[in-house]
């Protein structure tokens, strides 16, 4: 019998743990695990709902993209104190600061056991049509030294995708002992019900922030061809502007593009689902993804998707199967497989139900967190 063990998980948004760690979590406490989870954003509400899942919320401060070095010490040093009280067996970090200092506060608190995981590499790490600014590859470079600094700490590395793994640790030769491709954080399957698409007419849905690296851009220019040759196709966008990011759609931009109604806008939701189930193909034009959720939620419902051949982005579709891979930053491409799908209406439900048939088969939750589970060494 595996003993009851004290696991800390670090992370940043107190909504990400019971958005997407919920199911994990839960798993570990009915399992007899005490589940210790550090957040460095949030509202009391977001605590409480934290304590309903069954783990312990603990606060502390970090600055998520900030570069100033005395306050990321400063955090480095809190995470330090708070580990060296709590002495947990497992530590377990998520996104990219939290791998960085968690890892490195952990090692310093000798911990047994320490893992980190990213879902993505981020913007520095994403190409761009005009190349990346020389910002941003100064940015890239310091991350890349202070992942230097950490991944000695670490006994355990997780990836979404492989392309995430070459291109930061074989491409800047870094190395930690184990390192495991997960292949998707997985959803509860059972929020997401399989369902035949209606096609009267063929409804295109984008979920994802209004982000020039999401493929809004794109997006946009291949909407605007599709209604040219079918002036009644129907596009719905959800998601917020992100006024922090200098990618981001400008309201008057958007104000403009409602204005042209070249799409339904509701903003951003939160019954996700319900829009999927209405609509017909899934659409993400996106530069780079670790794997991701849209696209996920989008297939188990049973929904064909365009997407971009890119890391994260190609692990969800079998080109011609399931769906299409088109190029990056070409929206010609991206308009010609949406035409194809208001060509050819009776292919939605046919590679939606293959679209279905993966998603069982990779993101179901209970099968992702079974393998983490068996990662953090927890199998009985």
């Not at 051949?309 to 190609?314: A, I, K, Q, S």
Request: proline residues 5%; aromatic residues 10%; charged residues 20%.
């Amino acid at each position: 019998m595996q003993a009851n063990k004290k696991i800390v998980l670090i992370g940043t948004t107190g909504s990400s743990f019971y958005g997407f760690r919920a199911d994990l979590i839960k798993q570990l406490v009915s399992e007899g695990h005490t589940v210790y989870a550090l957040t460095s954003e949030y509202t009391e509400q977001c605590l409480e709902k934290i304590k309903v899942l069954g783990a312990i919320p603990v606060t502390y401060q970090l600055s998520r993209g900030g570069l100033n070095p005395f306050a990321d010490i400063q955090s480095f040093l809190q995470l330090k104190k708070i580990l060296k009280n709590l002495q947990p067996d497992i530590v377990f970090s998520y996104f990219a600061k939290p791998v960085i200092y968690g890892s490195m506060a952990a090692k310093a608190a000798k911990v047994p056991t320490v893992i980190g995981m990213l879902e993505g590499l981020g913007y520095t790490f994403t190409n761009q049509p005009e190349g990346q600014s020389a910002k941003t590859k100064l940015i890239r470079n310091i991350q890349v030294l202070l992942y230097r600094m950490a991944f000695p700490c670490l006994h355990k590395m997780i990836f979404l995708n492989p392309d995430d793994q070459y291109d930061l640790m074989q491409k800047h030769n870094l190395k930690v002992a184990e390192v495991h491709i997960l292949g998707g954080i997985g959803l509860n399957l059972e929020g997401y019900p399989y369902s035949e698409a209606e096609m009267s007419p063929v409804k295109f849905l984008f979920i994802g922030r209004l982000l020039k690296e999401k493929g809004v851009f794109e997006l946009i220019t291949a909407m605007r061809l599709v209604k040219v040759k079918y002036p009644q196709a129907h596009f719905t966008i959800l998601g917020a502007i992100d006024h922090q990011n200098m990618g981001a759609l400008k309201q008057v931009e958007l104000d403009a593009l409602l204005e042209e109604q070249l799409f339904e806008y509701p903003g951003y939701v939160t019954n996700v689902n319900q829009w999927i189930t209405d609509s017909s193909v899934f659409v993400l034009p996106s530069y780079r993804e670790g794997v991701p959720r849209s696209t996920q939620e989008a297939m188990a419902i049973g929904r064909p998707v365009i997407t971009t051949d890119v890391p994260g982005c190609r692990e969800t579709v079998i080109d011609g199967l399931n769906g299409f891979l088109v190029p990056k930053w070409d929206a010609e491409a991206l308009a010609e497989k949406m035409c194809y799908f208001i060509e050819n209406p009776e292919q939605v439900n046919l590679m939606g139900l293959e679209s279905y048939k993966i998603a069982q088969e990779k993101f179901d939750a209970d099968k992702v967190n079974s393998k983490l589970i068996e990662i953090m060494g927890l199998k009985n």
